[in-house]
């Protein structure tokens, strides 16, 4: 039966799998004079090597060139911050969800129902909420800020400012620099220079030198905030309506693991431009030091002396 519905990988004979669902093969066998229940069905496919399976986005999209050396460099970085104790963070920003009565996937413990739109327009909406994440990954610690205006590279780097003047500076008071890691995109991409600009005057303001390295594209899976801090602030938010800003940031702060996790979560209500320029003679007069070998992913803002 199984040998008419089985399709497979021409490269890999042990890589198959079948259309049928649990009901359709009991059918099948029922109407092959063999009768079996759902769960008889299951046993029979785990007998061939049949198991449920998702979808796992693994495959990456593209190829980019020097995609491992950026990798390996990356690796290098964070050993050298790591012996001379100078503070290493993954920076970025979730997704922005809107406040207001809508449906959250999620479930939780209560005496009836909740009842929330059947639509998400967002003029609905009371307002959104973008969490701007900051991970420490040596001391297993998250800063969360969360902006209700827009991602630019003003609030990336204000929220970066507001981390290291809350928890960073007591936290490494001998510090004269900083890595950070980030995904190339997005308000911090590797490739706008608002953004190099806003670091450099970040790096004047703070008295550090900011070291930049960011993931390849189609990579920013690998970027530790992703899988380190971001699922699980996830998971202490699921199942609940997000009526106001302070009941999210409430809940993101009771984030935690087995394994220590601790997260700070801010509010930032600063209203942020979007479409600012970079001032005039900035990329001609610019002290943003390029690396040699693959400057456009790793770069540093060294501090400026007044």
Known sequence: ???????????????????????????????NDCAVSRYQAKQLLKKH???????????????VKNRNEQFLKIKALIKQYKESGSP????????????????????????????????DFNSFSTGVIIPHGIYDIVRN?????????????EFSCDNIEKWW???GVKQY???TEILILADGGGSNSSSHYIFKQDLQNLADKLKLSIRMAHYPPYTSKYNPIEHRLFPHVTRAC????????????????????KTGLKVIVDINEKIYQTGRK???GFKKNMKIIFDDFLGKWNYTAVRQSS
């Open 49 to 63: 090597g049949y198991k449920r399976r998702t979808m796992v986005k693994n495959q990456t999209m593209k190829q």
């Open 88 to 119: 290493i963070i993954s920076i970025d920003v979730k997704k922005k969800e809107q406040l207001g009565n809508f449906y959250r996937d999620g479930d939780f413990y209560g005496t009836c129902e909740l009842e929330v739109y059947d639509h």
């Open 278 to 280: 970079v001032v005039d």
């Open 1 to 31: 039966m199984l040998s008419e519905n089985t399709a497979g990988s021409p490269m890999d004979e042990k890589i198959k799998y079948t259309n049928l669902s649990l009901n359709k093969i009991c059918e099948l066998m029922g109407e």
């Open 173 to 175: 008071p001998n510090a």
């Open 165 to 167: 003047n809350t928890v």
């Open 238 to 257: 699921k199942g609940v309506v997000f009526s106001s800003v302070e009941l999210v940031a409430e809940l993101m702060s009771k984030t935690s693991t």
């Open 141 to 153: 610690e998250g800063y969360i800020t969360i902006g209700t205006s827009k991602d630019t590279s």
